[in-house]
């Protein structure tokens, strides 16, 4: 599966001349914004992402690889889209979101990873 560092020069050029566009319509909607800040996991968000932007999400998706997307593909895929845009501070900026920057690192994980030594 292709990832946004595969592309190189000219190419990633290309590639945010044609996801800016659907990518502004899903991180400045109110209804994003409040589910990323809330600290909630990211299948919550692909979830709302998938619910409230559907055509936008699977235009980036076959974007950035063409590989077709079906039932046992999609939620790898835009949960994979979803972190690395996570874990880069200068795209959270760009789009609004650099205060999450913080808090991501607190509250990213599965939730059985921070609870294990607890019951030790």
């Known amino acids: 599966m292709k990832k946004l560092t595969d592309y ?3 190419d990633a050029i290309e590639l ?4 800016l566009d659907p990518l502004s319509a899903i991180l400045t909607d109110a209804e994003i914004r ?3 800040t ?3 996991p990211k299948i919550e968000i ?5 619910r409230l932007h559907k055509k936008e999400a699977v235009e980036i998706m076959l974007r950035i690889d063409d590989t077709p997307i079906d039932g046992l593909n999609i939620i790898m895929r835009l949960m994979a889209l979803l972190s690395d845009i996570g874990q880069n501070d200068e795209i959270k900026g760009f789009f609004g ?3 999450q920057a913080q808090t991501d690192s607190a509250s990213s994980g599965l939730p059985m990873e921070n609870t294990e030594a607890q019951g030790e």
């Open 8 to 10: 190189k020069d000219d």
């Open 16 to 19: 945010w001349c044609d996801l």
């Open 34 to 36: 409040k589910v990323v």
């Open 38 to 40: 809330s600290g909630k």
């Open 46 to 50: 692909a979830k709302e992402v998938l």
């Open 97 to 99: 979101y650099a205060e």
